[in-house]
Nanobody, 113 residues
């Protein structure tokens, strides 16, 4: 079955960095665009970043541009979200998603001193 599993979340201080990973199975990973979304407390789930099939396309929400980087490794069937200069407003559950509509269960990111 289609499966997306996020990992790497945790507690980090403001200004710190964290890298999230998403392992994928059950679909043709190398021909499917990947995305990251997040849901912050009291807010709707929102788009964060997107990457093309061969790392040939990138798109970011304006609020994370310059701080977050999305990447993928098709051989490993993995996608990553590298987060830098984290702020308390980045706190939330981060979800991996593919262009076919499959979602992971999410991983918690908490930015707090």
């Amino acid at each position: 079955q289609v499966q997306l599993v996020e990992s790497g979340g945790g507690l980090v201080q403001p200004g710190g960095s964290l890298t999230l990973s998403c392992g994928a199975s059950g679909f043709d990973f190398s021909h499917v665009e990947m995305m990251w979304y997040r849901q912050r407390p009291g807010k709707e789930r929102e788009f964060v970043a997107q990457i093309g099939e061969n790392s040939d396309y990138f798109h970011y929400d304006d609020g994370v541009k310059g701080r977050f980087t999305i990447s993928r490794d098709n051989a490993r069937r993995m996608t990553y979200l590298i987060m830098q200069n984290l702020e308390p407003v980045d706190t939330g559950v981060y979800y991996c998603k593919n262009e076919e509509g499959a979602w992971g269960q999410g991983t918690q990111v908490t930015v707090s001193s």
